[in-house]
């Protein structure tokens, strides 16, 4: 296996943006494009290529399935658009065939690496691609909530006129409408969160945080209802996931991951904070959680579940 060798699959507006934020990056010595159309793999290539003598070295080309058996990192972008109106479960049908038709591919190649969803609905996908591949759970992840935790500091930041770095809070669950925002461990560099809130002069914490809450969840609508699709925002939050498989860093992340037991929850995939390293997942951690975001997270996992029981999968 070459650590330092990816393969992307899928490469429309969300692939070609997360091979773009992995050049500039400058994680990858070796980067395959593969794409239904080869035509567009190749052009994506071509102009990702261009550029190069202003970043690292990368060689950068459209390949096929033989490529990728050496990856550390394969990216699964593949999969139908998220149209205005459409949920992210609505896409399930299309997309499960597609992940079928990928895996078939892969499976048939010795590739040892990590595997890496992004197609919507990412944590349904993510559960699949384990069950379907017979690879170990810690070698399957989603991007689960990384990007909508980001979305959280980064509104959290605005309001509170901090760094968003400071913050740390985050959104579990489903990566979709019954995600929930954790705001009981929440705080800005470990002063609590409401405490923070009133050092700042604010007095609406209840209201404030529901509110933005609810821009977290609905964001995609409105971006998709802007501008049709949503892409560089997941292309960062891949590029954050890549680049702790890559380096080691052992960074806490909620991707979306296969649970066995953890939060009494088994037989699904959901994002929830895990250590991320060369190795994929960790450990899934189990975090202090208030009896309400318990049963929220509950409620996010019985709605996954019915939609995976509905799959036909071994």
Known sequence: MNPRKAAIIG?????????????????????????????????????????????????????????????????????????????????????????????????????????????????????????????????????????????????????????????????????????????????????PLAHFWALRGQSDYEQATRSLYESVRDSAYEIIRRKGATYYGIAMAVGRIAQCIVRDERAVLPVSAVLNGQYGLRGLSLSVPSIVGRRGLERVLEIPLSQDERSALAASAAQLGKVIAALDLP
């Open 11 to 191: 490469c429309g507006f969300v692939g070609a943006s997360i091979a773009f934020s992995l050049i500039q990056k400058g994680l990858f010595n070796e980067l395959v494009l593969i794409d239904a159309d080869r035509d567009k793999a190749e052009g994506e290539a071509m102009d990702l290529s261009h550029g190069l003598p202003y970043l690292a070295p990368t060689e950068v080309y459209a390949g096929t399935y033989d490529d990728v058996s050496d990856c550390a990192l394969i990216i699964l972008t593949a999969g139908a658009n998220q149209n205005p109106g459409e949920t992210r479960l609505d896409l399930i049908g299309k997309n499960v065939a597609i992940l079928r038709r990928v895996l078939s591919q892969l499976t048939a190649r010795p590739f040892q690496g990590i595997l890496l969803l992004v197609s919507n609905p990412v944590d349904v996908l993510t559960f699949a691609a384990w069950r379907l591949s017979g690879y170990p759970a810690h070698r399957v992840m989603g991007s689960g909530t990384v990007l909508d935790t980001a979305r959280l500091k980064h509104l959290l930041g605005k309001r509170l006129q901090v760094d968003s770095r400071s913050i740390h809070a985050g959104i579990l669950g489903e990566h979709g409408d019954s995600e929930l925002a954790v705001w009981s461990g929440a705080n800005v560099s470990g002063i």
